[in-house]
T-cell receptor, first 114, second 114 residues
Framework: AQSVTQLGSHVSVSEGALVLLRCNYSSSVPPYLFWYVQYPNQGLQLLLK??????LVKGINGFEAEFKKSETSFHLTKPSAHMSDAAEYFCAVTPSGSARQLTFGSGTQLTVLP | EAGVAQSPRYKIIEKRQSVAFWCNPI?????LYWYQQILGQGPKLLIQFQNNGVVDDSQLPKDRFSAERLKGVDSTLKIQPAKLEDSAVYLC????????????FGEGSRLTVL
C-alpha cells in the first residue's frame, strides 16, 4: 500500500519569499506523484505531476517539484510567493497511474503574509 | 468548457435523516469519482464509475451510502441514515479515463450533520 506524509499542516511565508511544501511518500513500486491546490470554497486543481519522466517537474503558476527517489520525497517549491498562492496544497501518490489507487496527503495550508 | 457541476453546495441535516448529492461531470468524461473530504484530511475515494459501471466501491459504507450513474453521465450520491461522522465535503471528480491522476474536481457539497 502507498501513503503520503505532508510535513506541516500550516506554512506561512512572506510575499516574495520562497515557498517550500514538503511531501514524502511510500510506495512498493515506482510511483506517480501529484500536487493539487484547493482555493477556498473550490474544488481541487492539478498543479503538476510526475510520471517517471524528468525528475524536475514544472507546473502552473510558477510552481515546480523535484522527485528524489533516494529521499522518497516530492517537495513543492516556488521562488517567490504571491498573495494569490494562499490555498491548501495536497500531495498525492498512485503506484500505477490509476486514479483508483490515488492516495492524498492530509494537506498543507499556505498563508502568504504581506 | 464547463467544469464539474455539483449541487447542493451546502446541506445541513439532523442525524438519521437522508441526503442526496448530484454531480454532472465534464462532457465526454467517462470516469466519475466521489470523494469524501473530512476537515483536516485529504480526500478519500468513495466510489469510481466507468461510464455507468462501478469500478471500485471498496471504501463506500454500503450500509448507509449508495451511488448511481444510470445513464453514464450524471451521478447521485445518497446517505441514509446520516451519522454525525458523515459531516464532510463530498467532492465529485471526472476524468477522460486515461488517469495519470488528472482528475477535474467540482466545488464540492458541504454536509453538516447535527
Amino acid at each position: 500500500a502507498q501513503s503520503v506524509t505532508q510535513l506541516g499542516s500550516h506554512v506561512s511565508v512572506s510575499e516574495g519569499a520562497l515557498v517550500l511544501l514538503r511531501c514524502n511518500y511510500s510506495s512498493s513500486v515506482p510511483p506517480y506523484l501529484f500536487w493539487y491546490v484547493q482555493y477556498p470554497n473550490q474544488g481541487l486543481q492539478l498543479l503538476l505531476k510526475y510520471t517517471s519522466a524528468a525528475t524536475l517537474v514544472k507546473g502552473i503558476n510558477g510552481f515546480e517539484a523535484e522527485f528524489k527517489k533516494s529521499e522518497t520525497s516530492f517537495h513543492l517549491t516556488k521562488p517567490s510567493a504571491h498573495m494569490s498562492d494562499a490555498a491548501e496544497y495536497f500531495c498525492a501518490v498512485t503506484p500505477s497511474g490509476s486514479a483508483r489507487q490515488l492516495t492524498f496527503g492530509s494537506g498543507t495550508q499556505l498563508t502568504v503574509l504581506p | 468548457e464547463a467544469g464539474v457541476a455539483q449541487s447542493p453546495r451546502y446541506k445541513i441535516i439532523e442525524k438519521r435523516q437522508s441526503v442526496a448529492f448530484w454531480c454532472n461531470p465534464i462532457s465526454g468524461h467517462a470516469t466519475l469519482y466521489w470523494y469524501q473530504q473530512i476537515l483536516g484530511q485529504g480526500p478519500k475515494l468513495l466510489i469510481q464509475f466507468q461510464n455507468n459501471g462501478v469500478v471500485d466501491d471498496s471504501q463506500l459504507p454500503k450500509d448507509r451510502f449508495s451511488a448511481e450513474r444510470l445513464k453514464g453521465v450524471d451521478s447521485t450520491l445518497k446517505i441514509q441514515p446520516a451519522k454525525l461522522e458523515d459531516s464532510a465535503v463530498y467532492l465529485c471528480a471526472s476524468s477522460l479515463g486515461g488517469n495519470w491522476g488528472e482528475l477535474f474536481f467540482g466545488e464540492g457539497s458541504r454536509l453538516t450533520v447535527l
